[in-house]
């Protein structure tokens, strides 16, 4: 099993929104639908391809363009975790179809995101981990962490998440953050 994906850092906050594919089904995701234009509407082709939208924490420049998504892409499955649903609602975005936590799988074709709950950016942030890769969104970057000041943030609990979610992982397992470029464990 094997992912393909293609990277988008666009925005002000150069957000990175993630297209991943399951190479065995062609099956896509959108991780963090902060960017919606021609170029990822070219990439990602055939509608009915597209499976899910996954969204890490309830940032603004994480979600800002779902509401795009899911008008352009009706059947879409919308899952955001759910511990951010206040931060959410208070933004009034487009609620999730689908509430994630702690060990709950997305399953991809033949690819599974495993749920971890790595709060400390926000309240309510997750990373999708795969055999191979963590999508972390702003929990850890290239050689820092994610601001704590921000709202439902806390710094003592994303150390926290860091130390026993992130470093019990492979120190192989390719890390693809919020912002930035890749790194490992």
């Known amino acids: 099993m094997s992912l393909q994906f293609n990277c988008y850092p666009i925005g002000i ?26 170029e990822v509407r070219m990439d990602i082709q055939n509608n009915a391809y597209l499976k899910y939208m996954l969204l890490t924490h309830a940032h603004q420049d994480h979600f800002s363009a779902a509401k795009h998504y899911l ?4 059947s879409l499955k919308y899952a955001a975790p ?39 950016h926000t309240a309510g942030g997750v ?8 999508f972390t969104g702003d929990t850890l970057f290239r050689l820092s962490v994610g601001r704590s000041d921000l709202e439902t943030g806390d710094w003592d609990t994303l150390v926290c998440s860091i130390r026993e979610k992130l470093y019990t992982l492979d120190e192989d397992l390719v ?4 912002h930035g470029l890749p790194t490992s464990i």
Do not use: H
């Not at 929104?17 to 959108?30: N, Q, S, V």
């Not at 008008?71 to 009706?74: I, K, Q």
């Open 127 to 134: 990373c999708f981990v795969t055999e191979e890769y963590a």
């Open 82 to 120: 759910e511990n951010e649903r206040a931060l959410l609602e208070r933004y009034q975005t487009p609620m999730p179809t689908q509430w994630v936590k702690e060990g709950d799988v997305i399953t991809l074709g033949e690819t599974e995101l495993r749920v971890s709950e790595t709060p400390g």
């Open 175 to 178: 890390v693809y953050p919020g």
């Open 71 to 74: 008008e352009e892409y009706t």
């Open 13 to 38: 906050y150069q957000e990175n929104t993630y297209l991943i594919e399951d190479d065995a089904t062609g099956f896509k995701a959108i991780i963090d639908p902060g960017y919606f234009d021609a």
